[in-house]
């Protein structure tokens, strides 16, 4: 077979042999799990040790041990340095010309008169169009328009906080004073104009109007071209913009979304200036901490330092988490409080009823949690819903084992719940508000018990009803819950050609080993939590329904980002089927290392189309493009 055809068929042997590999593996599984379950005769009568783990095999240990603290931290510190790899540039404009009013104009001088051949400029807050005009004597200026007439130099809500290039009206004349007007109040970071040989105009051959410096003062910023690493890109025109918009005291831009997530976004924007790695830092961030918290809540599911540190492995080199929590939008901190408040009710479900102390902190953490979240996303609501059924499930349970012992401890725990899960998130969401009142007016320490501080957070919520449900909406790159099931329909964050013929583009969607092994591994979870009642199951398939189920209903535009906080419960259910391997498979450390191995490698093999990397065509033509029609990288 010539080297041609190998290479040709290579997009169809990989998602064969991944989900061929997933198919294997989950049947082994099943094939242990059925084989435990039968009565199994003595081996010095014919029985089969050969597939069981030995009867001297120690009971799982779920205490923390030093082995726990080095695993870990080494997942988490090399995923960390991964993650943070080429997130984005730390330099950008940060001095800006504030034009306070429509029809007031900048004017920049050039030493001497000569041809313009582009001018670039970085966006800041607001939008409208600039009328650009050139002049050679400062009497008689040229507007500069595009082909149909249009403004040639615009400041659109899609443009902001990136570098734009103004259209010229082709080669002009030399000309010796470049006039910008603002069409309303507008914030513009830098203009660097080329001239006649295709380079930027020295800075001290310019001669800004007075007032008009901070158009000027930082040119070294300037990028060859525009990327995603220095500049914004997809719904971070939104949540970024909005994150200073807060900072700076200004009615945010963006107000479909409860206000904590961009709060936090903020920090990083604080630390590092608005720049790509400033508005990215934070998400980054509690990307990485997801890690330690899943891995604490592997160990006290199941107690193996092994299948806790295989399935955080896989969680944290998954496509979706990786992608996701690189771009400065609050998915990730949806999902950071939704692992963390299944983390806590997990810890509550898993403590003996009589250490009331610590079951009554693990359930008020999870209320924190809980009410964090949905103050960064409605999102958390559908989580919180799942964390009530687990919480009836346990009552349930225990009721059938001890009637009268839990009445009173059932009616306790209810009081205990309407304070950790309504009272206490719904003071967090209202105190979230704070940061948008001084936009308003709202002013000073007890600016909460203000009946305008109230207005505002009810008419937001009135707000974000009517926008959510009334959205109608068509994206290139929208899927429907059932896509994103087996990753058919990825969403397409960012795409460029380079001059020399390569491409830069990244998407967000599942490591396809995620997606195909976690959908068997939590049919087998289904399985054990009905047939078994286990409750390990249970707490799994709740939480992965509760996330997903709601999306069935919706009608609107979704994304397979929507998906992401499935992605939690996707992994817990390998992790079930590792755990299950450990207990019963003599040779489980194959099927368990490698699950995790090949979740890497294809890490290391989509890279390119993950963190943006150029690539050539015939790379993702071998080993990117495993369906044509659906794929767009």
């Not at 001018?119 to 409208?128: E, F, V």
């Not at 692992?339 to 009823?353: G, K, S, T």
């Not at 020399?500 to 969607?509: E, M, N, P």
């Not at 499935?566 to 207990?583: E, Q, W």
Request: some cysteine; hydrophobic content about 50%; overall charge negative.
């Amino acid at each position: 077979m010539s080297s041609d055809l190998i290479a040709a068929n290579l997009p169809i042997v990989f998602p064969l042999a991944v989900a061929l590999y997933a198919l294997l593996w989950a049947a082994r599984w099943v094939r242990i799990h059925q084989r435990a379950a039968l009565p199994q005769p003595p081996a010095e009568d014919g029985g089969d040790g050969g597939e069981a783990a030995p009867a001297s095999e120690p009971e799982a240990d779920k205490r923390f041990s030093r082995q726990d603290w080095i695993v870990m931290l080494t997942i988490t510190a090399v995923y960390a340095l991964t993650a943070f790899i080429g997130l984005g540039d730390n330099t950008a404009p940060r001095s800006y010309l504030h034009f306070e009013q429509g029809n007031t104009y900048a004017q920049i001088e050039l030493a001497e008169p000569q041809p313009i051949l582009r001018l670039r400029y970085w966006s800041g807050l607001n939008t409208a169009d600039y009328r650009l005009q050139f002049s050679r004597d400062g009497e008689e200026w040229i507007d500069q328009v595009d082909a149909d007439g249009g403004p040639g130099m615009t400041q659109q809500y899609t443009q902001v906080f990136r570098w734009n290039d103004a259209t010229l009206n082709g080669a002009s004349d030399p000309v010796r004073y470049v006039r910008i007007t603002s069409g309303a109040e507008q914030y513009l970071g830098e203009v660097v104009i080329y001239g006649v040989y295709g380079t930027p105009i020295p800075a001290e051959e310019l001669i800004p109007a007075k007032g008009c410096e901070a158009l000027l003062d930082e040119q070294d910023t300037v990028p060859e071209s525009y990327s995603f690493k220095n500049g914004t890109y997809f719904d971070e025109i939104y949540h970024a913009r909005t994150a200073l918009e807060m900072i700076e005291n200004i009615w945010p831009y963006e107000i479909t979304h409860p206000p904590l997530g961009k709060a936090i976004l903020s920090l990083g924007i604080r630390l590092f200036g608005m720049t790509p790695f400033g508005w990215r830092s934070m998400g980054t961030l509690f990307g990485v901490l997801m890690l330690p918290f899943l891995y604490l809540l592997f160990k006290r599911m199941f107690g193996y330092t092994a299948v806790a540190g295989a399935g955080t492995a896989v969680f944290a080199f998954d496509f979706m988490h990786f992608v996701q929590t690189r771009i400065a939008t609050i998915d990730t901190y949806a999902v950071f409080f939704i692992l963390l408040m299944h983390l806590f009710m997990f810890l509550w479900v898993a403590e003996p009823p009589e250490r009331s102390r610590r079951r009554l902190l693990w359930l008020a953490l999870a209320g924190v949690s809980f009410g964090m979240g949905a103050a960064s996303k409605w999102v958390c609501i559908y989580a919180g819903a799942g964390l009530a059924v687990i919480w009836l499930v346990y009552w349930v349970r225990r009721f059938l084992g001890e009637k009268k012992a839990a009445r009173g401890a059932f009616l306790r725990n209810v009081g205990w719940c309407v304070l950790f899960f309504v009272l206490v998130p719904c003071a967090i969401y209202y105190v979230s508000y704070w940061s948008y009142a001084p936009s308003q007016g709202i002013t000073g320490p007890f600016r909460l018990f203000s009946r305008d501080y109230l207005d505002l957070v009810v008419d937001n919520q009135v707000y974000m009803w009517n926008y959510h449900s009334d959205l109608v909406a068509t994206h290139p790159y929208s899927s429907k819950w059932y896509q994103w099931l087996v990753d058919a329909r990825p969403i397409l964050y960012y795409l460029d050609y380079l001059p020399d013929g390569r491409t830069v583009s990244f998407a967000a969607f599942n490591d396809p080993l995620v997606a195909w092994g976690g959908l068997a591994a939590m049919a087998g979870v289904a399985w054990c939590a009905v047939r078994d009642r286990d409750m390990t199951a249970q707490f799994i398939l709740i939480g992965y329904l509760a996330n997903l189920l709601p999306w069935v209903l919706v009608s609107r535009l979704t994304f397979a980002y929507h998906y992401f906080p499935c992605t939690l419960f996707l992994a817990l259910a390998i992790g079930y089927v590792f755990a299950d391997l450990r207990r019963r498979d003599a040779h489980w450390q194959a099927a368990v290392g490698s699950f995790a191995a090949v979740s890497v490698a294809l890490f290391a093999v989509f890279y390119p189309v993950l963190a943006g990397t150029p690539r050539t065509a015939g790379y993702s033509q071998v080993f990117l493009k495993w369906f044509t029609d659906t794929w767009p990288f």
